[in-house]
């Protein structure tokens, strides 16, 4: 039996188009263990008021449970109505046909939070299924259809094109902390908690709250959209200084915070000129025309004609008259004088622009030469310090470098222009390290250029990273594979989606990374003999750099030179590999102080503001917050324009040059991107006439001198705080003075070498800890006194909940008996893991003969899959190359069966399981003794 309550207006505000979108918010409720369908509820809007709620529930209820929902729909003018749902029933369509019966709208925008399940259950998986396997659409992010898709109304015979909007791609949380996030509060986002995991349970036993949660998503979801878009515009035209016209819209605005972001410091970069269209035009100039683009050849005669008009002018004559046109073009775009140069200005002609040609999606596709390894961008020290033990049995600290990466920022500038490329041929003899900064080093601007290097050395380091990827996996990953998802932890740094492993190799290096901090770094601290063999025994694989003679003073003078540029970038005669680029390599510096700064300044604003009762000031300072954090991710990336691998791996190196300060003053026992943990009682002192070089600092084991303690030696931090007493009773007043003290210890450590630490530290006192366990690269626990409890951190693996009957990762045991001084290894391997099926993986696993297991799962569903732990050792000190591949190398399955890494000897206890993994040697009991 169906109900659809007649005395509820089907839109309870007349819908008034005030453009030819419909907006339309959807969520439904199902009951986790069997994925039955319990609601669907839908929110229309017409761009500025609510049109109506409509609420489609379970037909399999009883008739109380019905009656019950029906008045709580009345009371509330929310259309309620039972179904019995199938794969083919459509809820939207009714939803639109009631919503907009004359069919005024051309377009729906379809918001959703995250599932793809939600579509499923609007649309009908019989609709939905085609499109998904298509590719129409999409998950990556956030759930998308890169172009919309046409669905046709049953009630009106309108054919609308539908877009759907997942909100997620905003947020890396819940619902709840997104709404948050723009200053709103969901009441009732809480109110099912307990049925979360039974919500047809919830549903039974208390309707009215049901109801009113299952439509608080939807009517949420507008009010969302909207705050967002007006908080994006205020941070850009009112902090950045955009121009309200080009700010973004509800209709333009990105799904994706990393969209978002790069898209905003793209159209920064194109204020920092009077005239917009004259500085688009300069970009196009110094551009590369897609060849792939369907209207090339035209375009092609366009650029060539456009360019030599209004190149070769003497001082200003160019400009004046591309000026006057643009102008003119501006009005009247379709006039057949401008036929050509509004091909010329057509963004979509363009596969790069000026300012996008130092990036990983450029370098990645270089194949004639060595420059394909400018695309790499390392990214922040990972790396356990101390793999000799895996406890800190004195109280201790966690330090961070503070807003690491956006105090980096602020303070470098972005490069707008073509940078100088250094690549090789596989014919050609590479110059060492010494003869290409013989050559080129007094040209160089600091934090502008970036080296790749490779070579062998006679004593250990631990400052310079390798990546080991060749120049086919990089040109591989540009033509398909840079954008596919990976599990791989090795790559957990990787931002640039390069493949291959990051590495650090001791005494090899292989595409390392050598930017000014780095090298001054080298220069301050290797020994005379160190040094002469990192500048001898080092090649030089790759290079970019903006230097200082290309330098131009304003933009003013950029565009200037760039008009009037007659450079030209072809093959002579058409000749293969017999090119030439003569265009201008003039470059800008744009501050990046007046982007970052900005946000930063604004935030720290707001944060006074919220001290002194101004209930706006959180929200906004969560979205500047999202702005800093996410700049340096874009501009790493390989997908957006704004990419350029010389401002990333110049921050990044930085962050790795201040996190290996930090250890090497206080010996943290693991490096995590920004800070470590570290014991009060044993940092490292040293003689005021010592400078140990980089194969003494490599490994903190060595560092008391056994001939003179008096040398180098351990103590306590500040030598005269008792740290014990104010761990174990949590004493603030005594811990608070830790940044200070910890900064003086620092600064006298390395002031020695007349090295600076260029970042602010901070500690997480909440994190101080009585005692400490970790393992691998990046796994840890803290046993801590104050309100943290036991702090564990364990990539890749989720900490459940005790009444979830998920069994978890074996390591929360382990590093739990670390801490203790427990010498039993955990015996169960075996582990659960709770995932929801994404679309990628639904379409490989249809289109795969195998996944058996996997092909009754829809998108959105949840899934938990058995898994068995693996101990390696690559977090051991590596000195060669083959030493580290064949540890990751190492197989868990052979011929069909299992393989146990070094857990094989956890019947024995962790610390010969550990002895092991220091011997690098699996065999090393094949007697089990």
């Known amino acids: 039996m169906s109900y659809n309550i007649s005395t509820v207006t089907q839109t309870v505000v007349s819908c008034n188009p005030t453009s030819s979108t419909l907006t339309i918010a959807t969520d439904s409720e199902w009951h986790s263990p069997t994925n039955e369908w319990l609601a669907t509820s839908f929110t229309t809007h017409d761009g500025v008021n609510k049109c109506g709620e409509y609420l489609f529930i379970t037909n399999n209820l009883t008739e109380d449970v019905k009656q019950t929902l029906l008045i709580w729909g009345n009371t509330n003018l929310v259309t309620v109505q039972f179904v019995d749902r199938n794969d083919n029933t459509n809820l939207l369509d009714s939803v639109v046909g009631n919503t907009d019966p004359p069919g005024r709208y051309k377009s729906i925008r379809l918001l959703i939070y995250y599932s793809p399940k939600d579509i499923e259950y609007s649309l009908g998986w019989g609709l939905v299924e085609p499109l998904i396997r298509g590719e129409v659409i999409q998950q990556k992010r956030g759930v998308s259809t890169p172009k919309p898709f046409k669905l046709r109304n049953s009630f009106n015979n309108t054919e609308y094109n539908v877009s759907v909007k997942d909100l997620r791609g905003w947020s890396a949380g819940s619902l709840k902390s997104l709404a948050g996030t ?11 908690d307990e049925y ?3 919500m047809r349970d919830g549903l039974e036993a208390l309707p009215t709250v049901f109801a009113s949660y299952a439509m608080g998503d939807t009517a949420i979801l507008h009010d969302i959209y909207n705050a967002y878009v007006e908080m994006v515009r205020w941070v850009q035209h009112d902090v950045i200084g955009i121009p309200l016209d080009d700010c973004f819209t509800g209709d333009d605005i990105p799904m994706t915070v990393g969209s978002l972001v790069a898209a905003t410091l793209d159209k920064w970069i194109y204020t920092q000129y009077p005239n917009k269209q004259v500085l688009k035009f300069a970009m196009n100039k110094l551009g590369i025309l897609d060849v792939n683009a369907s209207d090339h050849k035209f375009s092609v005669a366009a650029f060539v004609n ?5 190149s070769g002018h003497k001082k200003t004559g160019g400009i004046v008259n591309l000026t006057n046109d643009l102008d003119r073009w501006v009005v009247n775009q379709k006039a057949d004088e401008f036929k050509l140069l509004n091909q010329f200005m057509k963004g979509g002609t363009y596969q790069h622009l000026a300012h996008s040609q130092a990036g990983v999606k450029y370098f990645s596709k270089v194949t004639g030469d060595s420059a394909t390894f400018n695309a790499i961008v390392q990214g922040g020290r990972c790396n356990n310090e101390r ?12 330090i961070d470098l503070a807003s690491c990466y956006g105090s980096a920022l602020r303070q470098f500038t972005y490069p707008l222009g073509l940078p100088t490329v250094w690549g090789y041929t596989p014919n050609q003899q590479r110059p060492t390290l010494r003869q290409w ?25 631990d400052l310079i990273y390798s990546k080991l990827v060749t120049q086919h996996q990089i040109n591989r990953a540009a033509f398909g594979d840079v954008d596919k ?23 090899q290096i292989r595409n390392g990374i050598i930017t000014s901090e780095v090298l001054t770094t080298l220069k301050a601290v290797a020994t005379n003999k160190e040094l002469s063999e990192l500048y001898d025994n080092l090649t030089v694989v790759s290079g970019v750099a903006y230097l200082s003679s290309n330098q131009v003073s304003s933009v003013d003078e950029w565009v200037e030179t760039v008009v009037n540029d007659t450079g030209v970038y072809i093959n002579r005669g058409g000749v293969h590999s017999n090119s030439t680029d003569t265009r201008t390599r003039a470059w800008v510096a744009l501050p990046m102080e007046e982007f970052i700064g900005k946000l930063v300044n604004e935030r720290s604003r707001l944060k006074k503001a919220g001290k002194a009762g101004d209930d706006n000031a959180a929200a906004r300072q969560n979205v500047l917050k999202l702005f800093v954090n996410t700049t340096y991710g874009v501009i790493a990336s390989p997908f957006f324009s704004v990419g350029n691998t010389v401002v990333a791996n110049n921050i990044t190196a930085r962050a790795r040059v201040g996190a290996w300060m930090l250890n090497k003053a206080l010996h943290t026992r693991q490096s995590i991107t920004d800070g470590g943990m570290y014991s009060l009682m044993t940092v490292p002192y040293i003689n005021t006439s010592i400078k140990p070089g980089l194969d003494l600092l490599s490994d903190n084991t060595r560092w008391v001198d056994p001939h003179n303690s ?20 949590n004493d603030a007043e005594v811990l608070t003075k830790l940044d200070k003290v910890a900064g003086e210890h620092i600064a006298a450590f390395w002031g020695r070498y007349g090295l600076t630490l260029p970042f602010d530290i901070e500690h997480k006192l909440d994190n101080c800890f009585t005692t400490a366990a970790y393992i691998s690269k990046a796994h840890y626990l803290l046993k801590t006194t104050g309100k943290a409890g036991d702090v564990y951190k364990i990539r890749g693996a989720r900490e459940y909940t005790t009444d979830s009957g998920l069994r978890m990762h074996p390591t929360y045991e382990l590093l739990k008996a670390m801490a203790t001084g427990d010498d039993v290894f955990p015996t169960e391997m075996m582990y659960d893991h709770k995932s929801l099926m994404k679309i990628p993986k639904y379409n490989e696993v249809q289109n795969s003969s195998g996944y058996a297991n996997l092909k009754d799962y829809r998108p959105g569903d949840e899934i938990v899959e058995e ?31 299992p393989v146990e890494l070094f857990e094989r000897y956890r019947h024995m206890g962790i610390s010969k399981v550990h002895y092991t993994m220091l011997m690098d040697n699996l065999g090393a009991f094949t007697n089990n003794k």
């Not at 793999?387 to 966690?398: L, Q, R």
């Not at 008096?710 to 009773?729: C, E, M, S, Y």
């Not at 732990?869 to 190398?889: E, L, M, P």
């Open 485 to 507: 998802e990976t599990n791989d932890d090795k790559r957990d740094d990787d931002i640039s989606h390069i493949p291959g492993e990051f590495a650090l190799i001791r005494k």
């Open 710 to 729: 008096d040398r180098r030696t351990l103590a306590p931090l500040g030598k005269d705080i008792d740290w014990d007493t104010a761990v174990q009773n």
């Open 437 to 461: 900064l013989k050559k080129n080093g007094s040209k160089l601007v600091d934090n502008l250029w970036t080296l790749t290097v490779e070579g062998d050395i006679s004593f250990h380091q």
């Open 306 to 310: 456009t360019t030599k008009k209004y």
């Open 182 to 192: 723009v200053g709103l509060t969901m009441v009732s986002k809480n109110d099912m």
């Open 196 to 198: 979360k995991t039974r």
């Open 867 to 897: 898994r068995t732990a693996r101990y390696n050792n690559t977090h051991i000190f590596c000195d060669t190359v083959n030493q580290f591949k064949n540890r990751v190398g190492r197989k868990t399955f052979e011929g069909g069966q």
């Open 387 to 398: 793999p000799s033990e895996y406890s800190i049995n004195t109280v201790g600290a966690d």
